[in-house]
């Protein structure tokens, strides 16, 4: 059974080598926490061989480079061993949409999937911090005066700057709905309605 609180998941992040995989983009780097009750209790990072040349774009945006890549495991194997790590867990990325197109690509081409639903960070960070200056991770995390030692654009690092950032809104949404236990299903609400209702809706939680 998946655990119904939104403090007990895992929070992923991918590189990839564009921005879709319809255009035959794929993932080279995929980087993980799985939170317990509010804790990182276990991590997944690898890099992946996607069987063709990075641009030289890609390479600047991420600092992960061919060289990198050559001696790295093929897609199929690291999204094998990612899939076991996921089984039985809500999901949450930064713009979830990006990060599960590619999530269901990879899986797809190994006929793997998972059974937990995605959270994106990015949607529920516009209904709660709705004076942000902007909703981009590292402008967030600089907002909530969250520590950042490390490099953007590398799919750990993000993945842990995320779930810091969730972690921090879920104390923030507890604090307005009185429960110190935020439930996931509350999460999907919240980001399927306007930002004009948000207040109301963590009012009457």
């Known amino acids: 059974m998946i655990n119904p609180n939104a403090n007990s998941l895992v929070v992923l992040d991918f590189e990839t080598t564009g921005l879709s995989p319809e255009q035959g983009d794929?993932?080279?780097e995929i980087g993980a926490?799985?939170?317990?009750d509010g804790v990182i209790v276990d991590r997944f990072q690898a890099?992946?061989?996607p069987g063709r040349r990075v641009s030289p774009f890609?390479?600047?945006y991420t600092g992960i480079t061919n060289q990198m890549l050559l001696d790295a495991a093929p897609n199929h194997e690291v999204m094998?061993?990612?899939a076991d790590f996921i089984q039985g867990q809500h999901l949450v990325a930064h713009n979830a949409s990006f990060d599960r197109k590619f999530l269901d690509s990879e899986l797809q081409a190994i006929s793997a999937g998972y059974s937990g639903e995605f959270a994106c960070s990015l949607l529920l960070s516009r209904r709660i911090y709705q004076d942000a200056p902007n909703h981009k991770l590292g402008t967030l995390t600089r907002y909530k005066g969250i520590s950042a030692e490390g490099s953007f654009h590398?799919?750990?690092?993000?993945?842990?700057m995320t779930a810091k950032l969730w972690l921090v809104m879920l104390e923030d949404i507890a604090e307005q709905t009185g429960d110190t236990h935020v439930p996931f299903s509350l999460i999907t609400k919240i980001s399927k309605i306007s930002?004009?209702?948000v207040s109301q809706l963590l009012a009457n939680a």
């Open 26 to 28: 794929r993932a080279i």
């Open 33 to 36: 926490v799985k939170l317990q």
């Open 47 to 49: 890099l992946m061989n």
């Open 58 to 60: 890609i390479e600047d």
């Open 80 to 82: 094998a061993a990612f």
């Open 154 to 160: 590398r799919a750990l690092f993000d993945a842990e």
């Open 195 to 197: 930002k004009a209702k």
